[in-house]
């Protein structure tokens, strides 16, 4: 059982700064144009972090609610009033098609993924809305990575199509952010001189540094967003 997560190391929290992926803010933006909570409507950030994409969420208006596992990130997320909870995502704390929109960013890879979606699809109302992003892989594998991170267990986009479609969602939009990757993976060469320089601060051990190198170009990750709906009438 590993027992680090990519996204609670150093190198990669003073890189990207208070959003704990690739893509910040700017991606977000795009989600919430493309699935935009109305005032007062109810939102829920699945896997909120620190609770960035949650300031978002209360500028415009929606009442949002940010769930996470780790405590930490929860202290955080929860300053200027957030409303946050300690929870897994596989047992949402929420009443049957009760929400409006939910948005996961870089988390569903990190759970049990089909139960997650179910829980997506109970919790939501009929017409509701996901708005997801996260890693998928263009190359033959996920590869062996050195602790959790999102990349873990990502698959091919068509398997992501799938498995939302098969959760009982239409999927709206599907977009390509791969380049917002790349410009994260750039900023990691820049501060460690190399993509092994940076998973070597990150893992402190060359072994595993070259392990991670190894799964990243054989599984060559991508970065996806997609918009899905609960058919009317569910
Ligand atoms: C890569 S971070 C992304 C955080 C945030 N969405 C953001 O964009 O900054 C993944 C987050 O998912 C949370 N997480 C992982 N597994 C979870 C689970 N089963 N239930 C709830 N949160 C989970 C982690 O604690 C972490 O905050």
Redesign the pocket.
């Known amino acids: 059982m590993k027992t680090s ?1 990519l ?1 609670t190391s150093a190198p990669v929290r003073s890189a990207l700064g ?4 690739p893509g910040g803010l700017a991606l ?1 933006r795009r989600l919430l144009q493309l699935a935009p909570p109305a005032p007062g409507s109810r939102v829920l ?6 609770g ?2 949650l300031g978002l969420l209360l500028e415009s208006g929606a009442r949002a609610l940010g ?4 405590a930490g ?1 929860l202290r955080e997320a929860c300053q200027d009033g957030r409303a946050v909870a300690r ?4 047992r949402l704390p929420v009443a049957d098609k009760s929400l409006d929109l939910i948005v ?4 569903w890879n ?3 993924k089909e139960g ?1 979606l179910a829980e997506f699809f109970r919790t939501l109302r009929s017409g509701g809305t996901l708005a997801l992003a996260d890693i998928y892989t263009r190359g033959y594998r996920s590869g062996e990575w050195p602790l959790r991170c ?1 990349f873990e267990q990502a698959t091919d986009l068509q398997t992501v199509l799938e498995q939302v479609a098969c959760a009982g969602f239409e999927i709206d939009v599907v977009e390509d952010h791969t380049a917002m990757l790349k410009k994260t993976a750039a900023d990691f060469v820049f501060r460690h001189g190399s993509l092994f320089g940076f998973w070597q601060a990150v893992t402190g051990d060359p072994g595993l540094a070259e392990m991670a190198c190894a799964a990243s170009r054989e599984s060559k990750p991508g970065l996806f967003l997609l918009t899905a709906h609960v058919p009317w009438g569910e």
């Open positions: 997560e996204y208070r959003t704990l992926r977000t950030d699945a896997g909120c972090g620190r960035e994409t769930l996470d596992l780790h990130f929870a897994d995502l596989k996961c960013e870089c988390t990190l759970t049990d997650v999102c």
